[in-house]
């Protein structure tokens, strides 16, 4: 078999069809049916997101799962913080109590309506890097006639109704914010986001404004990456009309995007700016931050509790949250993980949540906050295309050079520290620059940041030069 590009760093993902074929999608249910029983665990709970073509992968998987000796759970349409959620739910099936062992969900995330994919939880971890890629060794060496016999007559997954426990759940948790009297938009891109968020707030008896909340995976009306500027623009209309705040939800609901109006026009927070805000409501916080936050805050966090710098990634942030015990952890493009008051992993819905009960308590002064922070200049995500093969090769050939002062050009900008946690950030006197190596897409990711928007164009320019010539030697 040729080799597939769907297994990795932080689940599994591709065309479906043309990698996501019936007989591939088999094969992954069974070998993580054998995974899950091999950690002790039994049952697994399958949800799906509202793409065209995750039911029937859906039903392949499953059949998968059964040939394995594994019991499946069909959770239904939902969004992924829900099948998370499963894990920490109770179900009642006639006399006995059921604790699901694994979940899995199908999903494309915010990829373009053809992919799809696996994100994968067994015995409450993240299930990531090495042991995908070891599943991967197993995918090619085993056969599909090997677990085609093992399939048995019956494979239709009895339902268990999460989402209904997911709402009950979170709409008793913020029963308090009853009565919050101010203009809310939300726009979910026809993800699944808007079946859970919409209910809640109706239960809660809040007024919103919805925009394509019906989910539909061909989404007709924007692609539903809310990290990309272009796609908020209908929610940046309505609260630029309506004002209050407004919510943006990716494809499968586990990041965010927050706006605000202001005097200068529909302000975005990106996560970094939310974690700082979110810091300054508890005591002694200890907050993760991914590679690509601001320098604002760390040291604006460090002043008042403790920040700690890690690895881009859902999974990778996951883990370090409960190793570290820290109460919340936040990328630049909107995942959110609380370990505080909740269960630790990236929930889009409690997160806007949480947003509205600040918002209750301090009005749309929320962000007050971030006005005693230096202003700093930084640029959006910078993407460089390469190859699967040379994007890993890349950034080390980078790290050599940069450890190398005389492997660099005379007028290089003096470096005050390196840091290798993930890919490369580079300190320089007056800010620092950020490549690293994105573990899901051919490409190489790379972010800015200064005290002035001219230090921020030359630290760009001079490590994207480096960088190119070091591709062209390539």
């Known amino acids: 078999m040729q080799k597939l590009a769907i297994f990795r760093e932080y689940d599994i993902r591709g065309i479906y069809n043309e990698d996501l074929t019936q ?6 249910g069974y070998l993580l049916g054998l995974e899950l029983q091999k950690r002790g665990g039994k049952t697994l709970g399958v949800g799906y997101d509202a793409r065209v ?3 029937v992968i859906f039903d392949w998987f499953c059949q998968g799962v059964f040939a394995s000796g594994a019991v499946a759970y069909n959770l239904g349409m939902i969004p992924t913080p829900v099948g998370y959620f499963a894990l920490y739910s109770e179900f009642k099936i006639e006399s006995k109590t059921l604790q699901l062992g694994g979940s899995v969900m199908i999903t494309g995330s915010h990829n373009p309506p053809k992919y799809n994919g696996f994100k994968i939880t067994l015995c409450k971890k993240p299930f990531f890097g090495d042991e995908i890629y070891a599943l991967e060794k197993d995918f090619y060496a085993l056969s599909f006639e090997e677990v085609a016999h093992k399939i048995p007559t019956n494979t239709t997954p009895q339902r268990l109704n999460v989402l209904d426990l997911y709402i009950d759940y979170l709409t008793n948790a913020f029963a308090h914010l009853r009565g919050l009297d101010l203009p809310i938009s939300i726009d979910c891109g026809n993800g699944i986001a808007g079946i859970g968020i919409a209910r809640i707030l109706e239960g809660l008896g809040i007024p919103f404004k919805g925009l394509f909340l019906n989910p539909d995976g061909n989404f007709p009306n924007h692609h539903p990456d809310p990290s990309e500027e272009k796609n908020l623009q209908d929610l940046k209309k309505e609260v630029a009309k309506a004002g209050g705040i407004g919510f943006a939800f990716d494809g499968d609901g586990d990041r965010l995007a927050v706006i605000k109006q202001t005097q200068n026009g529909e302000k975005v927070y990106k996560g970094d700016e939310l974690a700082i805000i979110f810091a300054h409501t508890i005591p002694n916080p200890i907050v993760i931050g991914e ?9 604006s966090i460090d002043k008042i509790g ?5 690895k881009t990634g859902h999974s990778n942030l996951k883990i370090k949250l409960k190793e570290s015990g820290a109460h919340m952890a936040f990328e630049v493009s909107g ?3 609380f370990n505080d008051r909740y269960f630790g992993f990236d929930d889009a819905t409690y997160a806007a949540l949480r947003v ?5 308590k301090s009005g749309l002064a929320f962000d007050k906050v971030l006005e005693s922070l230096p202003k700093l200049y930084s640029t959006n995500e910078i993407k460089i295309k390469t190859s699967e093969e040379k994007k890993f090769v890349l950034v080390e050939r980078l790290k050599e050079y940069l450890s190398d002062v005389s492997k660099l050009p005379r007028n ?4 005050i520290e390196i840091i290798t946690i993930d890919g490369v950030r580079v300190v320089f006197e007056n800010g620092w620059g950020l490549v690293r190596s994105s573990n899901t897409t051919p490409v190489l990711v790379t972010r800015f940041e200064a005290k002035s928007e001219e230090a921020c164009k030359a630290y760009q320019s001079a490590l994207l030069e480096l960088l190119d010539s070091i591709c062209k030697e390539s």
């Not at 590679?291 to 040291?299: A, D, F, G, I, T």
């Not at 403790?306 to 890690?310: A, G, R, T, V």
Request: proline share 3%; charged share 25%; aromatic share 12%.
């Open 23 to 28: 007989e591939n999608v088999i094969r992954i």
């Open 53 to 55: 073509h995750s039911e």
């Open 291 to 299: 590679v690509k936050c601001s320098l604002n805050m760390y040291e």
């Open 306 to 310: 403790q920040s700690i710098m890690y």
């Open 335 to 337: 995942h959110i993980f």
């Open 356 to 360: 509205l009960e600040l918002l209750k």
């Open 412 to 415: 290089f900008p003096k470096i």
